[in-house]
């Protein structure tokens, strides 16, 4: 199930950054912002895959990289690469919370 999930989130930042997409499963796009906000949708948020619509995913790896870039000097101290991620993880869960309350209503 996170495979495919993952499939789906190096599709979109392939193709928002096509320069990436030599180097796009090793690039912390893909490592730290795209596995940040499939582990924030699927294990902390508890969504079934069905629910997660690309324009959800797109949403979140937008902000998420601009997150990234934001807490770029703190993450790049972090060793584990597993702890880069919970760095985003809290605001990723925000903007998924108000994303879905958004097009709930």
Do not use: W
């Amino acid at each position: 199930m996170i495979n495919i999930l993952n499939a789906r989130v190096i599709k979109i930042i392939g193709t928002k950054f096509p320069h990436l997409r030599n180097m796009i499963r090793n690039h912390p796009y893909s490592k730290i912002v795209g596995m940040g906000v499939v582990k924030c949708l699927i294990e902390d948020m508890h969504m079934p895959q069905e629910k997660i619509t690309d324009a959800l995913l797109e949403e979140m790896i937008d902000k998420g990289i601009a997150l990234y870039h934001e807490n770029e000097e703190e993450i790049k101290k972090i060793p584990v690469l597993e702890h880069k991620r919970r760095v985003l993880c809290d605001h990723l869960r925000q903007i998924a919370t108000e994303y879905i309350q958004a097009t709930a209503s």
